[in-house]
């Protein structure tokens, strides 16, 4: 490792939903075509890697989005978004616009061509791939997502924090350890504790009855983990009031599974792919031959420029 490495991680799904509503379907290849998530997302890759300059990138891939294994320690994991159950070990399906489902598989190609690597685990969310790659990188470490679940992660100490992208990819925030705290009153390593507590509608968490973020913080603040407020809720000799106490042990059940839902993997065999930032397309033909299909024009342009590290 040199003193000048980074490794820009990128939540490719975040990234492409939000190029997808971002950018307008007017964008299309020569065929009409639309193309607005493949070339947004190669717009925000040119950004983010002409503003960081990475020595080393991923594309994290979500090689299941709602892994059974989640579901079923809570099964209302992400439920809203499944436009259908599928029996049987085919997962189920993820409510997702058809016109960007087509162009899933145009930005497989594209990020091949350009050899950006593209790193997945069976059964496992990019949240988790994310986890495992930013968890002793021996380098600075850049987490590119719109998800809340990933300030878990941030560690100022390993130089590891995310980018956030709520706002927009052009306005993101550099999230460490002080903007946790400041938003909502807990470290970072808390924060996975704070989402279990306070749930969370966007992926189907309950989270504790009555208990917001504001009583989430100052639980974690007095007692520090979820097992730590559970079991003083279960000590009649504890001093916690008697209405956060009813409220954890009412929610007992929930809190004995629901951190390892929301806890993201760091352990994942994911062998050794080599990260290390393609200055040049790897398959050059294949560019110009996707280019020439999708109109992808100059988004293809700025993506070799940002690359190469060239103006």
């Known amino acids: 490792m040199s003193s000048g490495d980074r490794l820009l991680l990128l939540d490719t799904a975040s990234l492409y939903f939000r190029a997808f509503f971002g950018v307008p379907d007017s964008v299309t290849a020569p065929d009409g075509t639309p193309v607005n998530a493949v070339r947004g997302l190669m717009d925000f890759i040119s950004r983010l890697v002409g503003e960081y300059d990475p020595s080393h990138l991923a594309c994290c891939w979500d090689d299941d989005w709602r892994p059974q294994w989640r579901v079923d320690l809570i099964p209302s994991y992400k439920s809203h978004r499944v436009v259908r159950e599928v029996p049987g070990p085919r997962p189920d399906v993820e409510e997702v616009p058809d016109p960007l489902q087509a162009q899933v598989p145009i930005i497989i190609s594209v990020l091949e061509a350009f050899g950006i690597p593209v790193v997945g685990h069976a059964e496992m969310e990019a949240d988790d791939v994310i986890g495992t790659l930013a968890t002793g990188a021996g380098m600075p470490v850049d987490i590119v997502t719109g998800d809340r679940d990933l300030f878990q992660l941030v560690d100022d100490d390993a130089q590891v924090r995310v980018l956030y992208v709520a706002r927009g990819v052009?306005?993101?925030?550099?999230?460490?350890?002080a903007w946790v705290r400041g938003k909502y009153g807990v470290d970072a390593h808390q924060y996975a504790d704070l989402a279990t507590l306070r749930g969370d509608a966007s992926d189907g968490l309950p989270g504790v009855a009555g208990v917001g973020d504001k009583t989430a913080a100052t639980l974690l603040g007095r007692f520090g983990t979820v097992e730590a407020i559970v079991a003083a809720a279960a000590d009649p000799d504890s001093d916690m009031g008697p209405g956060p106490r009813g409220k954890i042990k009412a929610a007992a059940d929930y809190l004995l599974v629901?951190?390892?839902?929301?806890?993201?993997?760091?352990d994942l065999d994911l062998g050794s792919p080599d990260l290390t930032r393609p200055r040049t397309p790897v398959d050059h033909d294949a560019v110009v031959a996707l280019d020439e299909r999708w109109g992808l024009g100059s988004s293809a342009v700025r993506l070799v420029q940002a690359m190469s590290g060239s103006d």
């Open 170 to 177: 052009s306005k993101h925030e550099r999230v460490d350890n």
């Open 258 to 266: 629901a951190p390892r839902v929301v806890a993201v993997r760091r």
